[in-house]
């Protein structure tokens, strides 16, 4: 040890020995920088300092006995004074002295001064606390572990001084100098960076809380600091976008907003304590975003009509800073999709009317399904993908984009025509059933075809269908002309759209779909059964049993209303009639069979050209078939005399003959529609037949062909009649609804049966509820339900 260390027992002499040191490590007499402070102070004095601060306390120590190892001693309550108190209370003084004595100088602002001096003294404090680290870890650590939470080790004590004296009584100046920094930064200007960020941290390193000197304190800096800094922000900004919006594009400003930022949070962020990144990010969408937000709506709405998907890119990300902004911008997204659909098929009508009022000599043309449902399926691709590509696919966009094509599919100005009733059904479920009749009868699946038709596109729409169960119900008639008539593409195509169709919906809801196929496939077994039937007759001949296809199908899955018909069967088909009866009846016993006799089809072999011309093909209905063969055994005839070979109405025989006259294959005389059913009125053969193509297609003009209509019920009253059977067919539906709701159930209240009937079937249809209630009231009268006692529920009769 020195020899010019002072007494242990001295306290005046030792505080004079340390008191020089003291002012080398803060830096009183020279000013040093932060990498000169060792330089400055010699190891020598460093150690001397730490030695007799040492001496002291030990000495003191000793003197009370206060290092006696037994445990009750140590709990004792000595006075402070005795291992560091007075020295503690002379640097506490010192610190104080030294912090007020700190001179600005005339050349630099506040904050190069505070940061001058701050940086100094935080080094000048780390050294200072291990000069007294014994006094620190037994004199201090006692104190403040008997409670005194005014005793701090001394890096503190000189943190909490500088708080007191340097910061408190200049904290505003301070704040004020460094947002002016950070203000210039975002001007463009050049701050020097790291002086900013020292100032920040030194909030956040007053930042101490006495009861706990290790945890993080951050209310100094959120109290002087984080709060003016936002105002501050939220002031530039707000000042800065209206500015902006004076001379710049609403389009521009997205760019500019989201560049600005896109820059505070990555610079900024670089000053700021973590703690205020969020409500930076916060400040910054309050006054960018959600202050502008109705510019920016308006906006968006332009963009979507522009299309421009960079843009709307763009002034998603921006707007979605701010989640509580995105409903509403999907409400407006949603109404967009909507306005454009709707507005797509009133163009296409317009440009269809247009058409057919330029081509005046034509007889008018029903709306192309195929136009129609590419002008849906158009709208649905164009949102769909801004949704995927611009959005991102979030859920919020790709909702509506879906409730948007449902309402603008089912409620477009074809679809549903001003002033349709309530109950009237959308006439997109037919049109979409008739594209799947073009695209099966004309084109493969899966090729490039030149309508440019597929499954997928008949899928996109069907998902939206708020009335499944039309589709299904004009599908399966399409669908039934196709199977009777041999014109589908092919089974598995027809076989794909059904299991796509199922896979959709439910096997449920393509059940007689898939019953009608199996109904064919048996239909061609019970041919090549009847076929070596007959060929093993020993009087087969082909005059006898001409080729023949027989369909036997469920009449309750076919669209195909039974109707009886006083009809005498040509003699050429007797003998095969009677056969395939009788081979049907053996093999299924108790199966009644109900002959169709008005959608029959055949086709005749016709020699009636001029000598050495190939023989003509005629393709006829049943009825046709039987007036045309007539002609074999008579070169004219008369109205009765047709009748009385045929059992036909009169309705029937002029609804066959028709396309015969037009066709001038039969010669009427006397002429005239008027005339043809009239007594006396005679028909004979033109022959020789003149006619350029082989091949005559006379059933294609025949009313009332295979379908839902009956022959001879006028054409507006089909929509009627279709809206009748399908509202039949719910009605049953709902009937059964309700009878497993309520079996299941036992009773519930009238609004409740409703919504749970409403929810069950919108998969296939949407039920209106006038319907459900006609159907609570048919199961009521039907005693499967009875209102309750209540009068507003009701209980199931098992």
Known sequence: MSDKLPRADDLDATWNFVEPGIGQILGRDEAPSVGRVQKVLSATMYMDVYTAIYNYCVNKSRSTGHFQSDVSQRQSNQSSILIGGEIYEKLKTYLHDYVVGLQKEEYESFLQFYLRHWKRFTIGAIFLNHAFDYMNRYWVQKERSDGKRNIFDVNTLCLITWKQVMFDKNCKGLVEEILQQLTYQRDGKIVNQTDITTAIKSFVALGIDPSDLKKLNLNVYIQNFESEFLNSTRDYYRKMSQEYLQSHSVTDYIFEAHSRIAEEESKMVLYLDDHTKKPLSDTLNEVLITERAEELKKEFILLLKSRDENKISTLYKLMQRDFSLLPELAKSFEEHVKEVGHSEVSYLLHKHKEAQNLDTGKKPVALPPRDYIKTLIDVYTIFSKISQECFKNDSLFTKAVDNASRYYINNNEFALAPGSSKNATSKTPEMLAKYSDQLLKRSKIGTDSDTDMSVDEIMKIFKFLTDKDAFEYHYRKNFAKRLIHGTSTSEEDEELVIQRLQSENSMEYTGKITKMFQDVRLSKQLDQEFDKLVKSEADYSKEKYPEFQPFVLAETMWPFPYQEVDFKLPQELVSEHFKLVDLYVKKHSGRVLKWLWPLSRGELRADIGRPGRPPFYFTVTLFQMSIILMFNRNDMLTFEQIQEGTNLTTQHIIFSMIPFIKMKLLQQTPPGLDNMGQPGTQYKLNTPYKLAKSKVNFAAGVKGDIGLSMPGKPDSLD??????????????????????????????????????????????????????????DNLISKEYLQRSDDGESYDYLA
């Open 719 to 776: 929509s009627e009649n279709i809206d009748k059977e399908l509202n039949k067919e719910r009605q049953l539906f709902l009937e059964a609804c309700i009878v497993r709701i309520m079996k299941a159930k036992r009773r519930l209240p009238h609004a409740t049966l409703v919504n749970e009937c409403i929810a069950e079937s919108h998969q296939r249809f949407n039920a209106k509820v006038s319907l459900i209630k006609k159907a609570i």
